[in-house]
Each structure stands twice: as C-alpha cells, then as structure tokens.
C-alpha cells in the first residue's frame, strides 16, 4: 500500500507565501515523476508544476515564475512554494506521484487528497 500525504495549506492574504508538502509512504522502490495539481470550486483540475526524479522541472504559464517545486528523494517528498499569491490561486491542492513498488516493472500513478489554500483579505 502506497500513501500520498499532503500538508502546508491554509488561509493567506493575497501577496502572501505557502509552502506545501506532499511525501509518499509505504512500500516504496522508487518514486519517479511528482505532480502539483489543483482544482478549485465548480473548474476542472489543472496541471500546477511537475519535477522528474532528476529534478527537472516544468510549469503550467499561470505559475508566471511564482512557485517553485522542489523535492527530497530521501524522504519521497515533494514541495511547492508558492509566492505572491492571488485570490485566484484559491484551490484544493494534490499531488500526484508514479511509485515503483518492489517486485513490480511499472510505476504506479498515485495521487494525495489534497490540501486547501485559500488566498483571501
């Protein structure tokens, strides 16, 4: 059993900073590409940031250079620090993660509940 657990969520005025973790556990070989995603109420979820095991990163154009993913392979963690934020970056934030388990050849898509950021004054 594999498990996604987010955290850093909260309530933020616009402008502000959060940084949210997302660490998987349980019966891990391998943890290769980590996804940020979001959804927020009545929009479908989009893409937010990605970072491949080697730390190569890519992220959706609304991002504009103010979040940056970053991960600890030791601890199958992921991060997103998100800056400057906008009442638009009002979201459920999730994560996403391909795990290899021992004894298997492919890496399963695992995703996290999510955490909630709310960007209000």
């Known amino acids: 059993q594999v498990q996604l657990v987010e955290s850093g969520g909260g309530l933020v005025q616009p402008g502000g900073s959060l940084r949210l973790s997302c660490s998987a556990s349980?019966?891990?070989?391998?943890?290769?590409?980590m996804n940020w995603y979001r959804q927020a109420r009545g929009k479908q979820r989009e893409l937010v940031a990605t970072?491949?095991?080697?730390?190569?990163?890519n992220y959706a154009e609304f991002v504009g250079g103010r979040f940056t993913i970053s991960r600890d392979n030791s601890k199958n963690t992921v991060y997103l620090q998100m800056n400057s934020l906008k009442p638009e970056d009002t979201a459920n934030y999730s994560c996403?993660?391909?795990?290899?388990?021992?004894?298997?050849?492919?890496?399963?898509?695992?995703w996290g509940q999510g955490t909630l950021v709310t960007v209000s004054s």
């Open positions: 349980g019966n891990i070989l391998n943890v290769g590409a």
């Open positions: 996403k993660a391909a795990v290899l388990r021992p004894g298997t050849n492919r890496f399963l898509e695992v």
């Open positions: 970072i491949t095991r080697a730390r190569n990163t």
